[in-house]
């Protein structure tokens, strides 16, 4: 499991739209966001800038993935 942070979400709809935005991007699985920790957590592989461009294009900062 990577997890990617995720800075500016404040509610059930951040996470909502983080969670959508990731599912989009082809060959990431069993997405999980975590609103308190300001993480998102995915398993897969996909290119570390299609993950960050996703959390971005919605608003939001996409930081490390680990």
């Known amino acids: 499991m ?4 995720v800075g500016g979400m404040h509610c059930g709809n951040c996470v909502n739209s983080v969670t959508k935005a990731l599912s989009a991007v082809p060959g990431l699985t069993n997405i999980s966001v975590d609103l308190q920790k300001g993480l ?27």
């Open 2 to 5: 990577k997890t990617i942070e």
């Open 40 to 66: 998102a957590s995915f398993e897969g592989d996909a290119p570390a800038d299609a993950i960050k461009e996703a959390v971005d294009k919605i608003g939001f900062v996409a930081g490390n993935i680990k």
